[in-house]
């Protein structure tokens, strides 16, 4: 019987080790890209969930905002235009009384009603104005910030100073890029007299190479910032609610507060998207 040359077992012997060694290392990544996938596949799964319970938080809130609203409107219109309305009825029947026994009285009482209308139709001119201001669409984004925040500035003893630069880009803003831009001035600035007791703000828009850049800035008391966001309260919904509008366009939203320097709200939106196109704009 032939033995087996020793040389030649070695060799073999050698090289099935070798393969038993590959596999073992093919077997190991196996493992390693396994539980590296798993952990990925955790990981996204736990940014998933958050995802949906903070998409569930800022649905709860929207609710809520749109509520506090309809309240808020359905408030002004029976405290302030049912009130005035009922009040020129009742002079309009006292003077239907009157006029065929005493017109001593009549003409004043006349002025009187008339007052009375023109104040009815200024209250319903500024709540259409505070739903969707009819200049921002027919003037443009600067217009309409200036009349807003004279007429805030009158109603809330706030004054506010305002200042732009490169106005002819500013103009050209699609309309979704102009409400947006609105929209925050016009919650900072309401945020601002409920909160921060300032006496002062400060309003910039200007141009920055591709963006357009807005800050608020006033002179209020200071606030925790990130402690006021993670709290998730209702008074944080203003803030939320800017972030989102910012985001929808594409933009960037940053809020700081420092002790004596009050609270900024700073606002980047790009002049167009990266396909060349304004954002909001149909193609």
Request: glycine share 6%; aromatic share 2%.
């Amino acid at each position: 019987m032939k033995q087996p040359n020793p040389t030649s077992l070695r060799v073999e012997l050698t090289a099935v080790k070798q393969r038993l060694q590959r596999e073992v290392a093919r077997r190991r990544a196996a493992e390693v890209t396994l539980k590296e996938n798993r952990q990925r596949d955790d990981l996204l799964l736990a940014k998933s969930r958050l995802m949906q319970k903070q998409l569930r938080h800022l649905s709860h809130q929207i609710l809520l905002a749109q509520e506090e609203e309809r309240k808020h409107i359905s408030r002004e219109l029976h405290d302030e235009i049912s009130q005035i309305l009922t009040g020129i009825n009742v002079r309009l029947a006292a003077l239907k009384l009157e006029a065929s026994t005493n017109t001593g009285n009549l003409k004043k009482k006349i002025v009187t009603t008339q007052r009375l209308v023109e104040k009815s139709v200024e209250a319903v001119h500024r709540f259409a104005r505070e739903l969707r201001p009819a200049m921002l669409d027919d003037l443009g984004l600067i217009p309409a910030l200036l009349a807003y925040m004279k007429e805030f500035g009158k109603r809330t003893g706030l004054r506010i100073r305002f200042s732009s630069v490169t106005a002819d880009k500013i103009a050209a803003l699609d309309s979704l890029k102009r409400t947006v831009l609105y929209r925050v001035a016009q919650e900072a600035l309401t945020n601002i007299t409920k909160h921060a007791h300032a006496n002062l703000v400060k309003v910039s828009i200007r141009v920055q190479e591709d963006r357009i850049c807005m800050e608020i800035n006033d002179n209020g008391t200071a606030f925790d910032v990130t402690r006021t966001l993670g709290a998730r309260r209702r008074n944080c919904l203003g803030i939320t609610g800017m972030r989102e509008r910012v985001e929808i366009v594409g933009g960037t939203f940053a809020i700081t507060s420092v002790a004596d320097k009050g609270t900024t709200v700073e606002v980047q939106i790009p002049l167009v998207n990266g396909a060349g196109k304004l954002i909001g704009k149909n193609p």
